[in-house]
């Protein structure tokens, strides 16, 4: 018997074609290391793939072997008589380099290893790793592994595991770096009938990662919801820049091992790859708009309940009960994480009064009583829900002897798609509910056993919308930055480091500040005491001294800053201490002097703001309580850079200081709009010097009346970094003179310009809407928010759109997109009527193109009416070939870079 071809059961529509399709949709897979021994690894492989039907042939090769398993076998990958797209590797680690070099001599397109022995054994495994990426990326193989279980696509019927199943087909793209963990949820999903569109193993993801796969399944029309198993990030940019991209069109769910400092060591010596602050990974998940759980019964029922139900536009929880123990557990559970119980309206306690019994809770939450039947129970649901206070329902049904659990649940069933609204439900119980929780499933109402179960899928739910109203929010428009003064701050860096320090002082580290329109106290800097006297004279007493030092980094641990100095002879005096305290602490040298500074007296908060580097992640940004107390309050959160003034609001809003920041007690608010512009300012210096290792204002002094950096720290890092996402492209902004004299500005798009695009779109006619959408786009269509907050908020790493704007206005849009495949790119171009025939188009795909070139894309193409004459002379003109195909309307455009 020769090689087994097998038959398809499924026709699917996967998009865009991708380089991982050949992992899912392979015509001719090897199986290297195939063999007839008995629960062998190499025996389970071959068996999966020829016992379940996915339209491709299978080529067992084993060199001592003249057959497996009935199957003809090959000595090696070159003398398999077809192309092979996919290698399936199972043979010893110290074997697996040779054998990639030898699948690229043969121009195998992909290979999944499931040999162990890499690096997780240590640097030896290590080498075999880094040896094995080096004959793939030479060979132009795609990789998944080492270490892993194998892949399957149920929807076309690949198995390529030793899986000991093959996994329903549905609609759930499910990826786990822990194959262990994929046997036991393939288990389970066979009891609780959940199907899958894809189920990998990525192993230790020496080449295809998070983001390549999370681009894939987003792709793919089957997949409704991706779900993650993750132990380790990886490359942070690449999952970040995929992930974004797609939680707008589908939720992403990830459980995170590691969230403990064993759990995280525990995950780092099974991958063999160091697990970062869990802080900062919660930051990136909300940044991207993922959602973290934090077991594996939440990865699964968050997939349901975000399939079933609409997202909640607040954490108002409504509870409806015919008993009040399990309500009380919902609500502990619903508070802790984080949500809240609505409060009814009066107009709803009033509905509630006409139709229950006098002794009901007339609170939520809503104890109906024990004796409700389904009528009671659907008329109290449909009154909390027209309640505007409450964003979700939760109704609890306990068995008691009067309750029947199938009525209730079929009188229910009219309100499973409440707009704007979900429900929830939890039908407690065993054999007696089991009817019920079948009807609410199959309405669409998701139920589960247990109530505070639901109350904290609830808030999970909350938590992802709110995650991604963050991608959707349109920022507002950033303080003008003539003010930024870049080149004072290289040369204070350059100052530093020819010294040979990397210890900034405060007076150095104020100056960087203020560079970058941070306010300061006034600083002035005293070698004597006589120095320090007339400072304090100058600016007016009382005042502070500080210690003034190239090597001390906490003042206060020295004994360094004296308070409230009301004389000339107290500020002698102070200053003699703070050298005494600096020698004697210190040592010498530590002393360089003091700075004299206001004393500030004014009533406010003392904040932090800082910056420091996350391994992963790179720079990261934390804002909180500040003060000497900052690490015993601990209030504070994080977040990536850089930051818009949505992403700043929301890095206040997930502290506790907030609350009094709007205002308690009669303290007036303080200026948020500033404080955000503060946090967006700070989060910019950081992101445009890449020398910065650690940043502290420490306290920064927030009032209703001013903002203030009292300290300073600032410490510098000569290790190349990355950001995790990649900041505005300065750089890529240019001034162009039209053919009529015009000055007008190109630059990248930013998030803060879709009010100036919807102008902008509001001036074109509708030859040009036609010519450049290939269809009549009306303007409600061509303006819809959800529309154009994608096309201004874009990843750079992705994309590039230039926009021509002049007087504030925006005149022309041109916009650049790597395909999948990364070294292509797409780009479309479209210009407002009154600036056509100016050379505006011309100048923006210029600019494009040698953006292009500069970013490493190898070749751009683009779609163009047939009938739209002057970008059909642009692009010849720039050196584009021109294809047509008969009948086709549109001509394709295309340039090798």
């Known amino acids: 018997m020769g090689s087994v071809k097998t038959e398809t059961a499924h026709d699917i529509y996967f998009g865009e074609p991708s380089p991982l399709d050949v992992f899912f949709r392979p015509r001719n897979v090897a199986v290297i290391g195939a063999t007839e021994a008995a629960g062998s690894v190499g025996r389970t492989l071959l068996w999966n793939l020829i016992s379940s039907p996915f339209g491709g042939t299978v080529f067992p090769v084993n060199p001592k072997r003249p057959s497996v398993l009935g199957i003809k076998a090959y000595k090696s990958v070159h003398e398999v008589p077809a192309e092979v797209d996919l290698a399936v590797v199972a043979t010893a680690a110290p074997t697996v380099p040779g054998i990639i070099r030898e699948c690229a001599a043969s121009k195998v397109k992909a290979a999944i290893i499931i040999s162990a022995g890499f690096q997780e054994l240590g640097p030896e495994g290590e080498r075999l790793q880094h040896e094995v990426q080096r004959e793939a990326a030479a060979g132009g193989i795609r990789v998944i592994g080492p270490n892993c279980l194998g892949l399957m696509c149920p929807t076309t019927g690949l198995n390529a595991s030793f899986a000991a199943s093959m996994a329903r087909p549905g609609s759930i793209g499910f990826i786990s770096q822990s194959g262990a963990l994929c046997t036991g949820v393939l288990d389970w999903s066979m009891q609780a009938m959940v199907g899958f569109s894809a189920f990998v193993s990525t192993g230790a993801m020496a080449d295809v990662s998070w983001g390549d796969l999370i681009d894939y399944l987003g792709n793919d029309a089957r997949t409704r919801a991706i779900l993650v198993y993750m132990e380790s990030v990886g490359d942070a940019r690449g999952f970040l820049s995929a992930a974004r991209e797609v939680a707008l069109r589908k939720p992403i769910i990830v459980l995170k091992a590691g969230r403990t400092d064993q759990g995280g060591k525990a995950a780092a010596s099974h991958t063999g790859a160091m697990t970062g602050s869990d802080a900062v990974l919660d930051a990136a998940f909300r940044r991207c708009g993922v959602l973290r759980v934090t077991n594996i019964s939440e990865l699964f029922h968050m997939a349901e309940v975000l399939a079933k139900q609409p997202r909640p536009q607040g954490n108002r929880l409504t509870i409806l009960t015919n008993a009040g123990g399990p309500a009380v557990l919902a609500t502990d559970t619903l508070v802790v994480s984080g949500g809240r119980l609505a409060e009814l309206a009066p107009e709803t306690t009033s509905a509630l009064d006409g139709f229950l019994p006098a002794h009901w809770s007339r609170a939520n939450p809503i104890d109906i009583l024990g004796d409700a039947g389904p009528d009671r129970y659907a008329q109290a649901l449909e009154a909390a829900a027209k309640d505007p206070g409450s964003d979700g329902l939760l109704v609890i049904l306990t068995p008691q002897a009067m309750t029947d659990a199938t009525r209730t649940a079929e009188a229910l069933k009219p309100y499973a798609n409440l707009h704007g609204k979900p429900v929830l439900a939890s039908w407690m119980g065993g054999p007696e509910v089991e009817a019920g929780i079948r009807i609410l499933e199959s309405a669409g109402i998701p139920c589960v056993a247990y109530p505070d179960t639901a109350a904290r ?14 991608l959707y929010e349109t920022p507002s428009l950033p303080d003008e930055e003539s003010d930024v003064d870049r080149a004072a701050v290289r040369t204070i860096f350059d100052a530093v480091r020819a010294s040979g320090r990397t210890l900034l002082t405060e007076f150095e580290a104020k100056q960087v500040l203020a560079a970058y329109g941070i306010p300061v106290t006034d600083t002035r800097l005293a070698r004597e005491a006589a120095d320090a006297v007339a400072a304090a004279g100058q600016i007016g007493y009382p005042v502070v001294l500080k210690l003034h030092s190239e090597t001390v980094s906490h003042k206060t641990d020295v004994g360094g800053v004296e308070l409230n100095l009301s004389s000339a002879d107290q500020v002698a005096a102070a200053f003699a201490r703070i050298r005494e305290r600096a020698d004697a602490k210190a ?30 992640f790179g720079p990261v940004l934390l804002f909180g309580v500040g003060g000497q107390l900052v690490e015993v309050f601990q209030d504070r959160s994080l977040a990536l850079p850089p930051l818009n003034s949505t992403l700043a609001r929301r890095m206040i809003e997930q502290t506790k200081i907030h609350r009094a920041l709007l205002g308690v007690r009669g303290r007036p608010p303080v200026d948020m709009e500033a404080l955000e512009s503060m946090l967006v300012r700070f989060s910019q210096l950081v992101a445009e010097q890449p020398l910065i290792g650690e940043m ?35 750089r890529y902004e240019s001034m162009f003179t039209a053919r009529n004299g015009e000055e007008i500005l190109i630059r990248p798009i930013r998030p803060e310009d879709e009010p100036a695009i919807v102008k902008f779109h509001e001036t074109l006619s509708d030859r040009s809407v036609y010519f450049r959408y290939l269809q009549m ?47 292509d790119a797409e780009f479309a171009l479209l210009v407002n009527d009154a600036f056509q025939g100016k050379g505006l188009g011309t100048a923006i795909l210029s600019r494009l193109l040698d953006i292009a070139r500069g970013e490493g894309i190898k070749r751009i193409t683009a779609d163009i009416h047939g009938e739209n004459v002057p970008m059909l002379s642009i692009v010849r003109k720039l050196g584009f070939k021109i294809r047509r195909e008969l009948g086709d309307p549109a001509v394709t455009a295309v340039l090798n870079l």
Do not use: K
């Not at 420490?698 to 190349?720: G, K, Q």
């Not at 907050?789 to 874009?794: D, L, V």
């Open 777 to 823: 786009l009306n303007l409600t269509q061509r303006v819809a928010h959800e529309r154009l907050i994608r096309i201004c908020f874009i990843d750079y790493d992705r994309e590039m759109a230039l926009v021509a704007e002049r007087d504030g206005a925006i005149q022309a849009v041109g916009r650049m997109r790597r395909t999948t495949s990364r070294e």
């Open 457 to 470: 899928l609830f808030q999970l739910m909350y938590r992802y919308s709110y995650n991604l109203r963050g």
């Open 587 to 616: 040592g010498p040298g530590a002393f360089c002097g003091v700075t004299v500074q206001p004393m500030i007296r004014e009533a406010g908060y003392e904040l932090i703001l800082g910056s420091s580097r996350d391994p992963q």
């Open 696 to 730: 502290d204002i420490n306290p920064l002094l927030v009032s209703h009346e001013r903002m203030l950096a009292l300290d300073a720290r600032i410490v510098l890092d000569e290790t190349p970094v990355r950001l995790a996402i990649r900041p505005y492209p300065r």
